[in-house]
């Protein structure tokens, strides 16, 4: 019989990242959509799971939905506002999102690192509308924050690929919000 063990590791801070735009969240949540391309991504990951065998063709099919936008592929949408409703009773509560999202090609990178920064792939975002429905706040946890080795030990390479997801998000979510 195993004896389990437990350990407590004390990441560094996390930095939770939180925008704010007058931008009504139907458009915040339309522009995302695209900028993942969550209409040509929705199949994408079982299609990784079922039919791709070599890293070639998973490159090839990465490239093929990213298409010139973010960089970063839709994964999958919980529409949170939905439990309010049971719990309000309002019909048509603030919508809430919980958006997960990201490049299978940037996780292999990170995890040959970090393995356990698997709990926080892929990164996921929330999309909030304001109570009085005047804007819209988009937050996420910076990615370089959570995924670094919580064991401390620096390695340059997986800083500079979590250094280089952290921009390219935070790319995203300004092209979203200025558009």
């Not at 915040?28 to 079982?46: I, P, Q, Y």
């Not at 997960?100 to 929330?126: D, T």
Request: hydrophobic letters at 40%; a neutral charge.
């Amino acid at each position: 019989m195993s004896t389990p063990t437990k350990a407590v590791l004390h990441l560094p801070s996390a930095h939770f990242i939180v925008w704010e735009t007058s931008l009504p969240t139907s458009e915040v949540l339309a522009r995302l959509d695209f900028a993942l391309n969550k209409d040509g991504a929705t199949e994408f990951m079982s299609h990784v799971h079922r039919d791709m065998k070599t890293q070639q063709e998973l490159v090839d099919g990465i490239h093929s939905v990213v298409n010139g936008r973010a960089g970063l592929v839709f994964f999958s949408t919980i529409p949170l506002h939905k439990l309010t409703t049971f719990r309000t009773g309002n019909p048509n509560p603030p919508h809430i999102a919980v958006y997960s999202f990201g490049n299978p090609l940037y996780a292999q990178r990170v995890i040959k690192h970090n393995p356990i920064a698997a709990a926080n792939i892929p990164p996921r975002m929330v999309i909030i509308e304001n109570e009085n429905r005047d804007g819209t706040r988009i937050g996420y946890n910076l990615p370089s924050s959570i995924m670094m080795d919580p064991f401390g030990k620096e390695d340059e390479e997986l800083k500079a690929d979590l250094l280089s997801l952290d921009k390219k998000i935070e790319a995203m979510v300004l092209g979203i919000i200025r558009a």
